[in-house]
Every structure is written in C-alpha cells, then in structure tokens.
T-cell receptor
C-alpha cells in the first residue's frame, strides 16, 4: 500500500530536549516536505526536499532542521524545542504531479 | 494579504443537502487549484484538482474555479455523514519553489 509513515503519532516533551520525528514513504517520490498545522493558521510549510541531499526552507523554518540522506526518509529535527512548537506536524511527498500524499500526523506538545 | 482566504467557520447541514465551500486567492499567477479533505486525526487527502477556470465534476463533488475573480468553490451534492470532515482549499504547485498555499479549512458536519 502506498503510504507516508510518520512516527511517533503523539509526543510530549520538555523545552530544550532534542527530538526527531521520522518520515518514510514507499512510493519512490523525489519530493518530500514537512508542514505544521495550527488552529486559526492552517497548514504551513516548514521545509521541503526536491531530492536526496537537496533541501530548502519553507515558510516557517525557524527552530527546525531536516536531512535527506535517503530518498525514502525525511526526518524533522527539533534541536531545542520550545512551547511555540507545540503543533500537529505532517510529512508529505509527491512524485511531481499534483497529488501530495500526507502522513497521518504527529501531535507534538512541548512543555 | 493572505495568499488564500477561507472563512474557517464550521458548517452543519442535514443529510442530503448541498454543501457549498468557497475560497479566494490573491496571486493571479496561481494555476493549480485543489481541495483536500481531512478526517479527524488523519492527514489531508487530495479530493479534487483542477488546472483551469470552469467546473470539474467527480461523482457528488464539483470544483469550480473563476480565475477572473480569483474564486474557488467546492460543491458536495447529496451530502452524506461520511462527508463530515475538514475541507481545505489550496493553490499553487505542490512542489518546488511555487509552493502550495492552503486555506484554513472548513469543518463540515453532515447530520443524519
């Protein structure tokens, strides 16, 4: 089954404790991206990657890092999380046509 | 000005009613127009996609784009309880530098 898999689904952490949210897709897509979804603000892109070792900032990249060492994986790294990064995070991928496949989301709470 | 404006108010309708959702966008260069559906605790999934002005139908769903007024609409005929979800409009390209701009979404509840 074609899918984008994120882990974990839920995460509670404390300010300053580094964390990684993993994302993996099994569709051989070149393009992957990360979004955060906040009430009243909608979906906003954090980072995207056009291919292995090619990444670029989206609309709200501050406080986040990404890496793309393999085509299928695109982890999101928060090196020093803060409470304003409490949000619902989605990973997405596409082959370059118009259909963006989203993962099921990671609900992050930073205390 | 926001790239895409979608009044995020919730919408409750009785089963069988027509649901009408609307968005406006600001950038006349946008060429791709989409509607995503998001069920509770799930990621968005592409529902409708169109490249041009006019209507596109898929079963009970019709997407309408008016580029002259920068207006995007989604109509759901004969609405069903299974249509209860949040609907997000989006425009742009989903990859590359011309990224997708999303509306804030409308929560739709279809009451049996």
């Amino acid at each position: 089954e074609a899918q984008v898999t994120q882990n974990p689904r839920y995460l509670i952490t404390v300010t300053g404790k580094k964390l990684t949210v993993t994302c993996s897709q099994n569709m051989n897509h070149e393009y992957m991206s990360w979004y955060r979804q906040d009430p009243g603000l909608g979906l906003r892109q954090i980072y995207y990657s056009m291919n292995v070792e090619v990444t670029d900032k989206g609309d709200v990249p501050e406080g986040y890092k990404v890496s793309r060492k393999e085509k299928r994986n695109f982890p999101l790294i928060l090196e020093s999380p803060s409470p304003n990064q409490t949000s619902l995070y989605f990973c997405a991928s596409t082959s370059g046509n118009e259909k963006l496949f989203f993962g099921s989301g990671t609900q992050l709470s930073v205390l | 000005q926001k790239e895409v404006e979608q009044d995020p108010g919730p919408l409750s309708v009785p089963e069988g009613a027509i649901v009408s959702l609307n968005c406006t966008y600001s950038n006349s260069a946008f060429q791709y127009f989409m509607w995503y559906r998001q069920y509770s605790r799930k990621g968005p999934e592409l529902l409708m996609y169109t490249y041009s002005s006019g209507n596109k139908e898929d079963g009970r769903f019709t997407a309408q784009v008016d580029k002259s007024s920068k207006y995007i609409s989604l109509f759901i005929r004969d609405s069903q309880p299974s249509d209860s979800a949040t609907y997000l409009c989006a425009t742009g390209r989903p990859y590359g530098n011309n990224r997708l701009a999303f509306g804030k979404g409308n929560q739709v509840v279809v009451i049996p």
